[in-house]
């Protein structure tokens, strides 16, 4: 048998971190009629942080949260972990696209994560919050030298990092594949997704917010001076609304063509033994993820097993999401094989875990933000894979926003200014399936970038997993 294959045998095909018996029992649908001052839809981080922020900004202020399945069931419960300050996808896109604000862009960042670790601090949130963070490294000589670079422009830049040589990164997490890396101490830190959701959840209720789960909302209408958002046992009226909606197709309209849901898998492994941990190392338990456009992440988790997900991006026949898509076992298959590549000295190694899910992806990498219906409803979406962090702060211009408040926030160009959209189907699949097979290319190809890769960048287009 395929050692691959053989090592998935036995692995759950459900989310690691949801499958855990501290997961909190499902609240009620909302059923009648409720009132409030604001309603926030979704129960991922966005919707879970906008409701937790407002009820800080306002203790008096009536806030309900409605949730389509069960809190953090999506994106939020399966992710790696990744806790990034970036607010920009990194510091490479952040300068391309916002130069002159890049200092505030990457300031507020900074900001952002601090303040989430003192939150998880002061509301006891059991998450497993590990600043360690993160290295970026080459598998290929020539990722090197483009991390060498990139490391001079951050540093220029005032962003914290440290260049490894091959020696230097083998000291810190042992692969005969890696020549090098870029170590950001500082800036990444490492959570349990789902812990984290739910223990936003119980700070959130603690703090009055009344959250129904199973309680998708399929209409969003002006009524009076305020909302009315329909689910299928009822309604809630409101004067504001904030929209934490993810990958889903957005209550708004106009904003569905600013995102489109790609696939992403990972894979957890068994508990790694005393001998196999000294025969990686990783003593520092940063997040790594490698340096190709198809790349791998990876860390550790809090009981010694390794996350290993990435490569594969799928976009959904149509754009349509489907939970037929939740699982792929071709992909299983290749992330195991990269897996043994990367640390042959695990050979034999099993997998418990295997799962996949959608992340909104939009042309900018990074969030985008806007109000609709004159003001009455907020959103934030496009995270691209690095929501973990940034949904806080998405959450805080939301606010801003819905309040029509002036703020350093609501002042950035991130924030007055969309992404260039997704064209409308067939063109969307044709144009998503030439930028994978390109980047796929310039994998092969020593990095070098097609016409149409080139093309994109100068249209300030793009696609990522």
């Not at 900018?364 to 933000?369: D, L």
Request: proline content about 5%; charged content about 25%.
């Amino acid at each position: 048998m395929d050692p691959a294959a053989r090592s998935l045998a036995d692995a759950e095909q459900t989310p690691y971190w949801l499958d855990d018996p501290g997961r909190p029992p499902a609240r009620a649908a909302l059923a009648g009629e409720e009132d409030c001052d604001l309603l926030v839809v979704g129960g991922g981080y966005t919707g879970l942080w906008t409701a937790l922020l407002a009820k800080e900004r306002d203790p008096g202020r009536d806030v309900v949260l409605v949730e389509g399945a069960r809190v953090g069931w999506a994106a939020s419960g399966r992710n790696g972990g990744f806790c990034a300050a970036s607010l920009t996808h990194g510091v490479m896109n952040g300068l391309a696209r916002w130069p002159a604000q890049f200092p505030a862009l990457r300031l507020l960042g900074d900001r952002n994560l601090d303040a989430i670790e003192a939150a998880v601090a002061r509301y006891g949130i059991d998450c497993d919050f590990e600043r360690t963070g993160e290295i970026d490294v080459a598998t290929e000589p020539y990722q090197y030298a483009e991390l060498r670079q990139a490391a001079a422009i951050a540093t220029a830049n005032g962003v914290d990092v440290e260049l490894l040589d091959r020696d230097q990164v083998r000291a810190e997490v042992d692969s005969p594949t890696f020549h090098g890396g870029l170590y950001d101490r500082h800036g990444v830190a490492m959570v349990n997704p789902a812990r984290l959701v739910w223990g936003l959840q119980r700070a959130a209720e603690e703090a009055g917010v009344r959250i129904y789960e199973r309680s998708p909302a399929t209409a969003v209408v002006r009524h009076r001076a305020g909302m009315a958002v329909r689910t299928p046992y009822g309604r809630v009226l409101a004067h504001r609304v904030a929209l934490g909606t993810n990958a889903f197709p957005s209550l708004v309209r106009r904003v569905r063509p600013y995102t489109v849901p790609v696939y992403d898998y990972a894979l957890v492994s068994e508990p790694l033994s005393d001998e196999q941990r000294r025969a990686i190392g990783w003593r520092g338990r940063q997040g790594l993820g490698d340096s190709a456009n198809r790349f791998h992440y990876f860390r550790l988790t809090a009981d010694q097993r390794i996350l290993w997900g990435g490569y594969d991006a799928v976009y959904p026949r149509g754009g349509r999401m489907s939970a037929d898509y939740d699982h792929r076992p071709a992909t299983y298959r290749t992330l195991a094989r990269h897996f043994f590549t990367c640390f042959p000295q695990l050979e034999g190694l099993a997998f418990s875990h295997a799962w996949g899910g959608a992340i909104d992806t939009c042309t900018r990498f990074s969030a985008f933000f806007g109000t609709a219906f004159s003001g009455r409803v907020g959103y934030a979406a496009g995270y691209t894979g690095l929501g973990v962090g940034a949904s806080r702060f998405g959450a805080e211009v939301v606010l801003d926003l819905l309040a029509g408040a002036d703020t350093e926030r609501t002042r950035l160009e991130m924030v007055r200014t969309k992404p260039l959209p997704f064209p409308p189907e067939p063109f969307a699949s044709a144009g998503i399936g030439l930028t994978k097979w390109s980047l796929a290319r310039a994998d092969r190809a020593q990095g070098r970038r097609n016409m149409w890769l080139r093309a994109m960048d100068r249209a300030g287009l793009g696609f990522d997993s």
